[in-house]
Every structure is written in structure tokens, then in C-alpha cells.
């Protein structure tokens, strides 16, 4: 995979086909990018794990929070990775170690380890690195329009509200269906 | 493998438009209301600490808005946009965003003379300090720069017209002197000119104008390059600095490269209050639909009027980029290749008195002080707008008793000409 641009169709199917979110290096700080993160993905039905040494036990956006990847009591489907590149390759390693695998690894904006990266895709797991699932999320599901921000994406397809509330809207825009 | 990015028109006509999600809606709906409900008491708090995307209040808000937004962001090549009540309110908020009191910013002097009102007079209320620097001399832009100096200011094309800034020299200045590039693109409009693309780090425009297109909405709008490194100088805390009035949020860390006009919105909208109403971005949404073409033949016709005017007897000179042997015409050719835009003045050898006669003999040209109408319309700036200057004063300004400025529609050229032409001969 090249990891300067991914195709709008390979977020995508990550963002629609993970049900499960561990995010490393989730803050308890609600004014932090990572709080902001776990609260948005729990709310638009992800069951999201926080995962922080320091918040092992206690709650982090209302979520039980745990100190290891290997502690969480899950099959994680995808990694999200708060931590500074260089401690990408040890998230990495510890993501391997899982079983089940994770199906993909993803790193956060400014956050990039290309040697990381090619190990865990050798493991057959998919890598997004230096993008915000929430930001990717919004934009993909048209969310992000409501704040002027250029989704880069047309389509004359309507979109689906998820849940019951009137501001949220699902990845997933099928197209007509047939009866 | 990568996405196909689309054409000119169809962005002008889909970027940021979906079909409505509760009823299917096509056409963008005038979302004409003051507030929106929440779905919850978590959902309104995640709103309020801008922890998600939604719809609170239209003075911070409102989704028809936010078409208009995506998709001039999407015509520009930004990342993002924020619309407002019109285009001095767009540059109010870009130097709220971006200065402090005591704070200098570079401008080019070759500006619409209500910009250089605002920066001369509101702005010195506020300690905002400008520094006034020549198109025509890159280096005085240089000199202009001092330590507290925080962004430049050009007119892509400058009005009253005629005037091609060279953004590559320009943006080079900005680059060197570590701050922000910012452009006044309402004259090109970015059918014919996208200058993120030689270096701008934030455009604006007065939609009121070629946007908008049909002389009905005053409004404004301002686009997030993404490409300004808000953090090399820690001279933005806008940006850089924890928020009070968001529980510390650093919104360059939160926002990324759309950072900007987010603190366009959040700090600045939302306090100082210039928000557009909904029913002007709808008409304003509607006239974009149409930018390529109506640019285009604006375009066309202004070239056509301007030879015309070149060979007319009454005239002096005619002041158009598009035209051969025009002081402008090399920058044009660099950066205007579909067109020189549809504003620009010429010189009537009657002088002031000649002015008067035309604009008071023409039939079909509306004489009003506004640009970018698919009407064309003409002013004599030295009985009108510049009428309070000194004459040594209107010449500097461009606007000579001699002066008059046209902003050419998109009628049938040869009603404009027979126009100008009966006109001409009265004076
Ligand atoms: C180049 C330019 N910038 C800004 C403005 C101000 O825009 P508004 O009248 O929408 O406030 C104008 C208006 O004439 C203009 O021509």
C-alpha cells in the first residue's frame, strides 16, 4: 500500500467492516484529539476499547479503560495508534501478538513508521497511517460538510442516518436497490 | 490507484450538495431557521466542545452554509471554508484570527478602495497596524516586513482592474518571511485563477461579486490552504495556544490542516457575529452552478469591448491584461490563460467632463458601484466613489478625472458595443 494517499474506497471498507476500536494512548483529558476520538467512534456504533497505562481501571469517555493491548477482553478488530512515531514498531509488535489478529493498524495525523507499517503487512494486516478515523469518518459519511470542510468526494446518492438522532450519518450510502 | 478528481464545472455544480437526507431534496433547501435540535444532552455538550461535527445555531452554522462552503473550498483547492455576510467581513475575520494588537500585516496599495478604507481605519482601532507595498516592485514588499509583521494582502486581479499580481514573487516574500499569504481572488474568481496554486496559505472572496453572479446577495467567503505551518513561529496562539472558552482545545492539534477556518468560525464568527443569512447562500450556491460559463463569457465579452475601446476615437487608453502590448499582458498570459476577467478601466481623452456624459448617455450599462453582475454596469470613480480625493490623490488611486471603470456582463457583446458606441459619441 502506498501510505502517502489511499483511495477513498480503502478507508472506507475499513471504516464500514471494523466493529471493534482499541485506541493506544487515549487520554482522559476531554480536550485531548484522542478523547475526541473515542467518544466520536463509540457514538457512531463502534464498541471502542481506551488503552493507557496510566487509566487502567477507570473510565476514559465513559469506557472501561485498559493498560495493554493484550488486556482487552475482545477480539480487536482495528489498533489506533496516539503514540509518536517512533513508538509505532513496539504498538506494532504487541498488535501482533494478539489472537485474533487485528485487521488493521492505523496511525494518527503527524503519526508515521514505515518499517512498522511493512512489518505488520507482511503479517497480512492493513496499515493507515498520519489520517484521524474520526476526521476520515466525517468526511466520508458527509458529516463533515456541516463544517465547511472539502470532503473531497461528490455523489448524487443520498445519505443514511444512523440511529435514531438527526446529526449522525453512517459510512454506508448504497445505491438504489432493486425488489 | 487513486481517485478521480473532478472537472471544474461538475465541482462548481455538486461539491458539497447531496440529496437531503430526511426527504431526498435535490436542490440544495434553504435551511431558513435560527437553531437546530439535539439529539441529546451528550450529543448538545460533544457540540458545544467541538467534539463533533453538527448544527447548533445558524450565526455559528447553519447547513445550507456549509454547501456554499465545501464547495467554494472544493473550487479553490482548499481545505476548507467558512462563509460570512460579506466579503469585508471575511477579511475582518481572517485578521481577528490572525492578529493581536500592536501586530503589522504587508498589503499591496493596488486595492478595492474599501479594503484600503478598512485597513487604514477600522482596523487601526483595533492596533492592527498595515504597511502598504507596490504590486509593481516585489522588493517594496520585502522592505515592507518587519518583525511583527504576520501576513501580506493582494488582489489576485486588484480592482478597480487591469492590475495582474505576480503571486509566485509575492508568495515568495510570505515563504521567506514565515507568514501567511492572503488573497483577494473575487476579481478571477477560481475559474480563471486558483492562487493556492502559486502559494496562497488563505483565499477570500466578496461572493457578492462573480460568485454570487447575478447582483442579489451581498456575502463572503474565506478558504483554508492547509499548507501554512502554524506552529513554526508560535506566532498564531490563535491557533497554537490552549482555547479558555473550549477547555484548553489547541485547535491546530485538534483540526489539523483545517485548522484555520475553524478558528475563522469558532473565534471569530461566533464572537464577532457577521454570519450570512441562509437565503443568500442558497442564491449565492445557485449562481456558482454557472461560474464557468458566465466566467468565460464575461471573459470573452471584456476582451471584445476592450479592442473595441482601444480603437475608438474618444479613448486614450484602455487598461485590460488581455490585450496585447498591455503593461499586465506577460503576468496574464502566465497566470490568466482562460481570460483576463471582466473589470478593468480606460481613460477618456474629454477627461472629467467626458466621464460624466458617458455613464449619463449610456442605456444598457447600469452606472452603480458594483462589479460581477451578468448585467454590465460602469462608474466614473472621479464623480462617484473617489470623488472626496485630492485629483493627485484619484490618479495614484488609478481613478483619474479621465477614469472610467467597466465590469462587462454577459449580454450579447454586440448590445454592449452599440451601447458604448452611441454613448461615446455624445461625449
Ligand atoms: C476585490 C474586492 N474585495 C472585497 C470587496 C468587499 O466585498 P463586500 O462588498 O462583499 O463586503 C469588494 C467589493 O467591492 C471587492 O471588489
Redesign the interface.
Known amino acids: 500500500m502506498n501510505h502517502d ?1 489511499y ?3 480503502y478507508i472506507r471498507a475499513i471504516l464500514s467492516g471494523v466493529k471493534t476500536v482499541a485506541i493506544v494512548g487515549a487520554s482522559a ?3 485531548r ?1 484522542s ?2 476520538v473515542t ?2 467512534l463509540a ?1 457512531r456504533g463502534y464498541r471502542v476499547f481506551p488503552v493507557n497505562p496510566g487509566q487502567a481501571g477507570k473510565l476514559v469517555a465513559g469506557l472501561p479503560a485498559y493498560a495493554t493491548l493484550a488486556d482487552v477482553p475482545e477480539p480487536i478488530d482495528m489498533v489506533d495508534v496516539f503514540r509518536a512515531s517512533e513508538h509505532v514498531p513496539q504498538v506494532v509488535e504487541e498488535a501482533l501478538a494478539l489472537t485474533p489478529l487485528p485487521k488493521v493498524i492505523w496511525t494518527q ?2 503519526v508515521r513508521n514505515d518499517a512498522a507499517a511493512a512489518t505488520a503487512e507482511a503479517a497480512g494486516v492493513q496499515v493507515v497511517m498520519n489520517r ?1 478515523p474520526k ?1 476520515e469518518y ?1 468526511r466520508l459519511s ?11 468526494t ?8 444512523l440511529g ?6 453512517s459510512i454506508d450510502r448504497p445505491g438504489p436497490t432493486r425488489t | ?3 478521480r478528481i ?1 472537472g471544474f464545472s ?2 462548481a455544480i ?3 450538495a ?5 426527504t ?1 431534496a ?1 436542490a440544495t433547501p434553504i435551511y431558513q431557521t435560527t437553531s ?5 444532552v ?2 448538545a455538550a ?2 458545544f ?7 447548533i445555531y445558524t450565526r455559528i ?1 447553519n ?1 445550507t ?3 456554499l ?2 464547495r467554494v ?2 473550487l479553490e483547492g ?6 460570512v455576510a460579506s466579503g469585508h467581513a471575511a477579511q475582518h475575520l481572517v485578521f481577528h484570527t490572525l492578529l493581536t494588537p500592536g501586530d503589522e500585516f504587508v498589503a499591496s496599495r493596488k486595492l478595492y478602495g474599501g479594503s484600503i478604507n478598512q485597513f487604514n481605519h477600522a482596523f487601526k482601532s483595533y492596533g492592527w497596524e498595515v504597511a502598504w507595498a507596490d504590486p509593481d516592485d516585489i522588493s517594496s514588499f520585502e522592505r515592507a516586513i518587519t518583525p511583527k509583521t504576520k501576513a501580506i494582502f493582494v488582489e489576485s486581479i486588484a480592482n478597480p482592474g487591469g492590475i495582474v499580481t505576480d503571486l509566485k514573487a509575492i508568495s515568495a516574500v510570505a515563504k521567506k518571511a514565515g507568514v501567511p499569504l492572503i488573497v483577494d481572488n473575487t476579481l478571477a474568481t477560481p475559474y480563471l485563477w486558483r492562487p493556492i496554486e502559486h502559494g496562497a496559505d488563505i483565499v477570500i472572496h466578496s461572493a457578492t461579486k462573480f460568485l454570487g453572479g447575478h447582483g442579489n446577495s451581498i456575502g463572503g467567503v474565506i478558504v483554508d490552504a492547509g499548507t501554512f505551518d502554524w506552529t513554526a513561529s508560535g506566532r498564531y496562539p490563535f491557533l497554537t495556544q ?1 482555547r479558555p472558552e ?5 485547535l491546530h ?2 483540526f ?1 490542516n ?1 485548522a484555520f ?2 478558528a475563522c ?1 469558532v473565534l471569530g464568527l461566533r464572537d464577532l457575529g457577521p454570519a450570512l443569512s441562509p437565503f443568500n447562500a442558497f442564491l449565492i450556491l445557485t449562481g456558482i452552478e454557472t461560474l464557468g460559463l458566465r466566467v468565460q463569457r464575461h471573459s470573452e465579452n471584456a476582451l471584445a469591448v476592450a479592442r473595441f475601446l482601444a480603437h475608438h476615437p474618444a479613448v486614450a487608453g484602455v487598461s485590460y491584461a488581455g490585450l496585447p502590448g498591455d503593461r499586465y499582458h506577460a503576468l496574464a498570459e502566465t497566470y490568466l490563460p482562460k481570460g483576463a476577467g471582466a473589470v478593468f478601466t480606460f481613460r477618456l481623452k474629454g477627461g472629467y467632463e467626458a466621464g460624466v456624459n458617458l455613464v449619463s448617455n449610456v442605456e444598457l450599462f447600469s452606472h452603480l458601484a458594483n462589479i460581477g453582475d451578468t448585467r454590465s454596469l460602469i462608474i466614473h470613480p472621479a464623480s462617484t466613489t473617489h470623488r472626496q480625493l485630492s485629483d493627485e490623490q484619484k490618479t495614484l488611486a488609478g481613478a483619474g478625472p479621465e477614469v472610467v471603470r467597466l465590469s462587462v456582463g454577459i449580454e450579447d457583446v454586440a448590445d454592449i458595443i452599440a451601447d458604448l458606441d452611441q454613448a461615446l459619441a455624445k461625449v
Open positions: 494517499q483511495p477513498d474506497a483529558n476531554p480536550a484529539p478523547f475526541f467518544k466520536y457514538e495525523l503527524g484521524c476526521i466525517a458527509g458529516e463533515i460538510g456541516w463544517t465547511g470542510v472539502n470532503s473531497r461528490i455523489s448524487a446518492r443520498r445519505p443514511q442516518r435514531q438522532g438527526v446529526q449522525r450519518l | 490507484m487513486t481517485d473532478p461538475t465541482l455538486h461539491a458539497g447531496q440529496p437531503d437526507p430526511t431526498g435535490r437546530f435540535v439535539f439529539d441529546d451528550d450529543h460533544a457540540l466542545g467541538l467534539q463533533t461535527f453538527g448544527n452554522g447547513p452554509n456549509a454547501v462552503e465545501e473550498a472544493a482548499g481545505t476548507a471554508a467558512l462563509a490552549p473550549y477547555q484548553g482545545i489547541v492539534e485538534t489539523g483545517f477556518a475553524i468560525r
